[in-house]
C-alpha cells in the first residue's frame, strides 16, 4: 500500500498543526494506522496509533493530551492533530501501516509513507 503524508510545515510554539495520510487502498479499513517522527540526528519513535475501527487510540507519553490520531475510512486517510506544538517536537513525521499487529515499534510496520517535515520554531 502506498502512503502520502502531508501537511508539515514551520509553527511557533504553541502552535498547532494538522497531518494527513492517505492511503488509496481498498483494504485501508483492516489497517492499524500509525504515526512516528524522527527528530535531528536521533532514532524514529512512535507518536501514536489507531486501530482499524478508530475506536481505540494510543500515544507516547511526551504527546498525550496535546496530539489526537483520527481516520476516516470511507476516505482512506488518517490524520495527526498537533496541538500546543514545542521545540521538541520538530521532526520528519511518518505516517505506517500494518496488516497484523501494529504496535510501537518501527519494525512491526509493513507500509511507510516518505514523511513531511514539522519544524516548531521557539
Known amino acids: 500500500v502506498q502512503l502520502q503524508a502531508s501537511g508539515g510545515g514551520v509553527v511557533q510554539a504553541g502552535g498547532s498543526l494538522r497531518l494527513s495520510c492517505a492511503a488509496p487502498?481498498?483494504?485501508?479499513?483492516?489497517?492499524?494506522m500509525a504515526w512516528f517522527r524522527q527528530p535531528p540526528g536521533k532514532e524514529r519513535e512512535f507518536v501514536g496509533a489507531?486501530?482499524?475501527?478508530?475506536?481505540?487510540?494510543y500515544y507516547a507519553d511526551s504527546v498525550k493530551g496535546r496530539f489526537t490520531i483520527s481516520r476516516d475510512n470511507a476516505k482512506n486517510t488518517v490524520s495527526l492533530q498537533m496541538n500546543s506544538l514545542k521545540p521538541d517536537d520538530t521532526a520528519v513525521y511518518y505516517c505506517?501501516?500494518?496488516?497484523?499487529?501494529?504496535?510501537?515499534?518501527?519494525?512491526?510496520?509493513?507500509?511507510w509513507g516518505q514523511g513531511t517535515l514539522v519544524t516548531v520554531s521557539s
Open positions: 505506517a501501516a500494518d496488516l497484523v499487529a501494529g504496535g510501537t515499534t518501527p519494525s512491526n510496520y509493513a507500509y
Open positions: 487502498d481498498r483494504m485501508f479499513s483492516g489497517y492499524v
Open positions: 489507531i486501530r482499524r475501527s478508530g475506536g481505540n487510540t
